[in-house]
């Protein structure tokens, strides 16, 4: 195994001292090291709920006989960062994303990765990531954010940007504003609609390196729990 590296021989007693200060027990010491990156964050929609589906991972990685450990990844909202100078910074968090996965992966030699992302640039980076290492590796993604309603039209995201430019044509009232914003985005996930964030997890799923149904669960349903388990086995 790779983790061999780190973990074997008598050069690697000052290794196996550090991993055991992590709580790493000596029967584990014989098993595969599973990275799980996870994106989770508080800023971004998409990734709100990303932890609940790590936990679920990492419960499969250890059903399965493996020793999960996880290392976080950043993860921008390019919805929130758009029209200032915030957008300048979205396109380079892409190779951010893919370089952190591979110097973690990499630096502590794990036999394979799970990655746990979602949105615009994230996703794209971990593909990237995945391809470099070339090690067993295999993706969860956060699924899509639900619709809501609006004067029984279903809306989404996109809406409360065209709201906006309503507001200022005189198309629409103060009220009629504030309905949009509380409801549009109403729960985690991926914007309603076919982005990036969306097509890279339908893309993600087409090449199978994410299980059946993954990208279009949404988060955190049970059936995604479960994908995300099944993933970590």
């Known amino acids: 195994m790779r983790s061999d590296e780190v973990k074997k021989g008598i050069d690697r007693v000052a290794h196996r001292a550090l991993l055991k200060a992590l709580g790493v027990t000596d029967d584990e010491m014989d098993k595969p090291f599973i990275g799980v990156a996870n994106a989770y964050n508080t800023i971004v929609p998409g990734h709100m709920t990303l932890d609940k589906l790590t936990q679920a991972v990492k419960e499969g990685v250890y059903a399965a006989g493996g020793v999960p450990f996880e290392f976080g990844i950043i993860g ?9 100078e915030g957008m300048c910074f979205s396109l380079p968090s892409r190779e951010l994303v893919a370089d952190t996965i591979e110097a973690m992966v990499e ?31 295999i993706a969860v993604t956060g699924g899509p ?89």
């Open 76 to 84: 921008i909202c390019d919805g929130i960062a758009m029209g200032h």
């Open 107 to 137: 630096a502590h030699r794990f036999d394979g990765l799970v990655v746990v992302a979602s949105c615009d640039k994230i996703i794209p980076g971990m593909l990237m990531a995945m391809l470099r290492l070339n090690i067993p590796a």
């Open 145 to 233: 954010m639900p619709y809501e309603r609006v004067g029984g039209e279903k809306v989404s995201i996109k809406d409360a940007f065209e709201a906006a430019g309503m507001y200022k044509a005189g198309k629409l009232d103060d009220a009629g504003l504030k309905l949009y914003e509380d409801y549009c985005a109403p729960y985690c996930g991926s914007c309603q609609g076919l982005y990036t964030a969306n097509s890279m997890q339908i893309l993600t799923e087409t090449l199978g390196l994410s299980l059946p149904y993954c990208s279009t669960s949404p988060c955190p349903s049970s059936r995604k729990l479960r994908i995300a388990k099944q993933s970590g086995k």
